[in-house]
């Protein structure tokens, strides 16, 4: 017989120590790091330790003794279960002074380069109410806590439309009011939710690959639109089947565009895949446009339902203009004109269009073929004509001969994905020798090991954090190296 194993402790009275990665907060335990989510710093509490590994283990908190001086009420009903903003229980500043932290760690930690002092986290405008989209499942099964699974008096199988909950693929925790977007996002979802439950619609049943009701895309903007997009898994197993699922979904559709005037591009899909990613679909319009337009300074961005735009609008103005002030200088002089400047990861051209007017030209590259034609029209609709956009992979893309052909840079701006740059691309950046590198990033550990590969030929002359997600572990920051 194989040993039993033996049980995991229960620790009392630990006192957590500090913050760490992802949200979660640590103490020490013997000879181990013990992380422990939704606690802050000073909390005294008993912790649960549900796994053990060598060098670290993950508890839970069963109980608190004694809470920490320094602790925000969380305003969230969902807090605690939904994974989403797990800082709410600390105050605006703390989670501030973490970040900042946090960049600072890993740039030295990873980095291993010379830094100047940083400047100080660029705080967002808003803390609640501050993104301007958000993706909700519907799934025929809810979410239930432990508590829940033991109350006789819930119901166990209901439907929900709600967020994903971390290890529950094919579960939903059902969302009554989510506060990171404006208030009718939550009143448009509860809507959908009501009448699909009083008529009987089916939602998605990931497992069986059944179910109409699938997904739910709400954008906003600062120009006052609304974007909605329905995803919908039609019943493809006969022609009446068929008929009624493309019924059921046009009643659906119909009601939320009679009881919903603001929203401005109402459209649907019938995704028939696996995953609920939408780059590879076709989008129909239901009602009003196939886009909607975000406000910056004086320009206009065209925003599809495929579109990467920036989730915190406001910060999003604020990171760029840290990054153009960066890549000129803080008081564009007559010089600024005649630079070259290149944007790469440069998305649907937001950055690009954001510089265009300091520079003689911007040559932006991107991935996603459909955001550079985004791109393209934005250049268009805000009549910038020193603009030029070239898609495809990186690294096949910005190569020694395409230097050669559209002139050396004087400046590159990169702002790539959370797994940064390709090593060929770092390569590349070294032999184009731009005077200045102005380097976005939404992940400092991968940034400070591209600012290491960096280092034989570049100083990190400036570092400015930014929090684009508040009560959230993530931080943007934007480094501005000089050759």
């Known amino acids: 017989m194989g040993r039993s194993k033996k049980p995991l402790p229960l620790l009392e009275g630990v006192t957590i120590e500090a913050v760490a990665a992802e949200g979660k907060c640590l103490f020490h335990w013997n000879d181990l790091v013990v992380f422990v989510p939704f606690c802050v710093p000073g909390d005294v509490c008993d912790v649960q330790i549900r796994r053990k590994k060598h060098s670290f283990a993950e508890g839970e908190v069963v109980r608190f003794v004694e809470q920490s001086k320094v602790r925000a009420v969380p305003f969230c009903e969902h807090f605690g279960v939904c994974g989403g ?9 703390e989670q501030l002074k973490f970040k900042q932290q946090q960049v600072y760690d890993q740039l030295h930690r990873i980095g291993k380069v010379e830094l100047p002092e940083f400047r100080p986290i660029l705080g967002s405008v808003k803390t609640q109410e501050y993104r301007n989209k958000l993706d909700f499942g519907c799934a025929n099964k809810r979410w239930l806590t432990s508590e829940q699974l033991a109350d006789e008096t819930v119901q166990k199988n209901t439907p929900a ?7 529950a693929f094919d579960k939903i925790l059902p969302i009554e009011k989510c506060w990171l977007m404006d208030n ?41 639109e609304w974007l909605v997009i329905f995803q919908f898994h039609y019943d493809h197993s006969s022609a009446d089947t068929l008929a009624q699922s493309e019924q059921q979904a046009h ?29 590879d679909q076709d989008i129909l319009t239901f009602k009003g446009n196939d ?29 760029y203009s840290v990054a153009r002030e960066f890549a000129f200088g803080s008081s564009p002089s007559g010089k600024s004109g005649e630079l070259l400047v290149y944007d790469l990861y ?20 991107e991935y996603v073929p459909e955001a550079i034609e985004d791109a393209k029209v934005n250049s268009e609709i805000n009549h910038i004509d020193n603009t030029l956009f070239y898609a495809g992979d990186m690294k096949d893309i910005l190569t020694d001969e395409f230097i050669e052909e559209h002139g050396r840079p004087d400046v590159i701006i990169t702002d790539p994905p959370r797994a940064g740059m390709h090593p060929d691309v770092v390569k590349t950046i070294l032999r184009a020798a731009p005077s200045r590198i102005v380097y976005v990033s939404c992940n400092p550990a991968t940034q400070a090991r591209d600012l290491h590969d960096l280092d034989e030929a570049y100083k990190v002359v400036e ?9 959230t572990p993530h931080v943007e920051n934007v480094v501005l190296l000089v050759r």
């Open 85 to 93: 903003c797990k800082w709410q229980n600390l105050p605006y500043e």
């Open 161 to 167: 439309i709600g967020f994903h909950i971390t290890g």
């Open 184 to 224: 009718l996002h939550n009143q448009i979802r509860n809507e959908v939710r009501d009448y699909a439950i009083a008529h009987g619609l089916s939602f998605f049943d990931l497992r069986q690959q059944v179910g109409l009701l699938r997904d739910l895309i709400i954008r906003n903007s600062a120009s006052g």
């Open 251 to 279: 009643d659906l559709l119909q009601h939320v565009a009679d009881r919903f005037p603001q929203i401005t591009s109402l459209m649907y899909l019938d995704n028939q895949k696996c995953n609920d990613t939408i780059g």
């Open 291 to 319: 886009h909607i337009y975000e406000l910056m300074e004086d320009l206009k961005f065209k925003v599809g339902p495929k579109s990467f735009y920036q989730t915190n609008t406001e910060q999003a103005y604020h990171l």
């Open 346 to 365: 440069t998305g649907t051209g937001t950055i690009a269009n954001f510089v265009a007017r300091q520079a003689r030209q911007v040559i932006g590259i």
């Open 463 to 471: 570092v400015q954090p930014v929090d684009m997600f508040p009560h």
